[in-house]
T-cell receptor, first 107, second 113 residues
């Protein structure tokens, strides 16, 4: 069974203070690693899909990277609007999610 | 463009009542998924449809949970004889056949008293 562990559980940042979120996974064969953003009271919003070690994807201040055992979501110079819970998932049609990292960015 | 919509957004049920939750996927999306999200946790897979065929229902927690998608578009998740442990947010997602990126709706928050 696929397992996903995210760390830290919570992250408080000052505006402009870059940081990274970790997603460790255990799978029998990686079929895809997904990053989502979830705001309170809303459904997860798709950010990135990664398929193979060494792959990287970027969107605005976010950059996702992938190794054979973990993925990182780097937040560069965050703004208050980047405050959200970031979820990592693995799978193909049946996604297994981690518990998420809640990021709070203070102005 | 229109995303995934779910209704109702909030549902309060007394223990033992039956509930029905509706999902309207993105137009043209063949695949539809239901997830359950407990407070402070990530979503957990319940079931998967491709068109009207339910291809995987391994995540449904008990036989009180039933999902259908009779015409391959709108889906309904039904929970019979609700229990307090059924309280959660129920998320619906859809995707096209050309990608496995799932797009989620806003969810239905179910509270069982």
């Amino acid at each position: 069974e696929d397992q996903v562990t995210q760390s830290p559980e919570a992250l408080r940042l000052q505006e402009g203070e870059s940081s990274s979120l970790n997603c460790s996974y255990t799978v029998s064969g990686l079929r895809g690693l997904f990053w989502y953003r979830q705001d309170p009271g809303k459904g997860p919003e798709f950010l990135f899909t990664l398929y193979s070690a060494g792959e990287e994807k970027e969107k605005e201040r976010l950059k996702a990277t992938l190794t054979k055992k973990e993925s990182f979501l780097h937040i560069t110079a965050p703004k208050p609007e980047d405050s959200a819970t970031y979820l990592c998932a693995v799978g193909d049609y049946k996604l297994s999610f981690g518990a998420g990292t809640t990021v709070t960015v203070r102005a | 463009g229109a995303g995934v919509s779910q209704s109702p957004r909030y549902k309060v049920a007394k223990r033992g009542q039956d509930v029905a939750l509706r999902c309207d996927p993105i137009s043209g999306h063949v695949s539809l998924f239901w997830y359950q999200q407990a407070l402070g946790q990530g979503p957990e897979f319940l079931t998967y449809f491709q068109n009207e065929a339910q291809l995987d229902k391994s995540g449904l927690p008990s036989d009180r949970f039933f999902a259908e998608r009779p015409e391959g578009s709108v889906s309904t998740l039904k929970i019979q004889r609700t229990q307090q442990e059924d309280s959660a947010v129920y998320l619906c997602a859809s995707s096209s056949l050309t990608t496995n990126e799932q797009f989620f709706g806003p969810g239905t928050r179910l509270t069982v008293l």
